[in-house]
């Protein structure tokens, strides 16, 4: 925390040294790996039906699969599961 109670500038340079996720590479032959992810560093930013907008902290997981067709080209898909805290997690 800051010396003048400013925790909003500490939470900043905390987010930017924490790494908002995790990920492993397998690699399935020379051009296709498979990735598992765990984003726990989010925030999602939405609509409200009061018209407003709103910012919650969330969690992600999931995996993509990448593969590669020559040098330069590529491409990757992938499937997630997002959770959103409804009420915030106590910050």
């Known amino acids: 925390m800051s010396s003048d109670g400013s925790w909003l500038g500490s939470l900043g340079i905390l987010l930017m040294i924490v790494p908002e996720a995790v990920s492993v590479n ?31 902290p969330s969690l992600a997981g999931g995996v993509k699969f990448s593969y590669r067709l020559a040098n330069h080209y590529g491409g990757f898909v992938y499937s997630a599961v997002n959770l959103v805290a409804s009420n915030g997690w106590g910050f």
């Open 26 to 56: 397998f690699k399935l032959n020379d051009k296709a790996k498979l990735s598992p992810f765990l984003k726990f560093n989010s925030m999602e930013i939405y609509k409200h039906a009061d018209g407003n907008y709103r910012q919650k």
